[in-house]
């Protein structure tokens, strides 16, 4: 609104606030779809933390996420080092994780 108000009264430093707050939004709109899944890894995280050997439909079930952002996060924890595979079944989802040593 402000940056139409500002267009309309040829004052143009109404105009670049209005724009940089409409910039500003759309940065923090996208720190929260980031933040989003920093939670759901966190929350894989200390299910795995307190139920060692957990499989992905088990962490899945029990956090109520879909399968696949369950297998997502846990593939990623085990990439950054915090998880490690308990026992490597040919089948991912019968896989079992445990937090790394």
Known sequence: M?????????DYLAV???????VCAAGLFGEDLLQR????????????????GATTPQVAQAIRIPE????RSLNWL???GLLA???????PDLRSYQLAS
């Open 2 to 10: 402000n940056t139409w108000v500002g267009q309309a009264a040829g």
């Open 16 to 22: 670049s606030t209005g724009l940089s707050v409409c």
């Open 78 to 80: 085990t990439d950054d």
């Open 85 to 91: 595979v308990a026992s490597d079944d040919e089948t």
């Open 37 to 52: 899944g920093y939670r759901g890894d966190r929350a894989v995280l200390a299910y795995v933390a307190a139920h060692p």
């Open 68 to 71: 696949g952002l369950a297998a």
